[in-house]
């Protein structure tokens, strides 16, 4: 099974904030990134979708 990977783009440089996130879904303005492997639920806040790499298995968000 692949499951995404979800980077953080800030001032050029990427960063990998979670692996394994099987859903993404925004509540109240902010994205929230659901981790299958512990159901663990990571709340981003002013971010963006910049990119999503379904080939790669990639999320890319950026800051606002």
């Known amino acids: 099974m692949c499951l995404l990977k979800a980077y953080v783009e800030r001032d050029g440089k990427r960063e990998l904030i979670a692996s394994d996130v099987a859903f993404i879904y925004v509540k109240d303005g902010e994205v929230r990134l659901k981790k299958l492997k512990d159901l ?3 709340v981003l806040k002013n971010v963006r ?3 999503l790499d379904a080939l790669n298995s990639i999320v890319i968000f950026e800051s606002k």
Do not use: G, R, Y
């Open 49 to 51: 979708l910049s990119a």
């Open 40 to 42: 663990e639920e990571l």
